[in-house]
């Protein structure tokens, strides 16, 4: 692909945020990520990523905001494929493929955020300390302030 490049994010460090209209797809090459949301001043982790995982891929293909945000919990490696690539390298068949996956991913996205979801013996993501919190909220507020936002 054409429009590949390599960057380095140290721990703490925002990647992007919910709401933001940065549309860049992401592979990470080393390090790990953590995937969260904001309720009000709590920061709650959704996922956790790692060496050989995409994230962006909703944002990719259908250039909508950003979902979620995500922070640097090591120093990362990851390489960036610019939004731009797919319209070059990519089949208009698959263009379209991916963006009616990612109307249904976001569609059932929004139905769980409205409903909830019950879970069943399921193991869930360990809460952030309040240490945890603080330090993750003051890093997304600086982030958010060196970008106008």
Known sequence: MSEVQKKQYSKGQVIFLAGSNETDLYYIESGKLMICVLKGSEVIPLSYLGPNEFLGELSFFDEQP???????????????????????DF????????????????YSDELIRKRGIRKRQVETIKPLSIEEQTQYYQMIKRYQETKGN
């Not at 950003?66 to 070059?88: C, F, G, H, Q």
């Open 66 to 88: 950003r979902s979620a945000t995500v922070i640097a919990i090591e120093d990362s490696v990851l390489s960036t494929i610019s939004s731009d690539a797919k319209n070059k």
């Open 91 to 106: 089949p208009k068949w698959l263009l379209s493929l991916a963006k009616s996956l990612t109307k249904k991913i976001r």
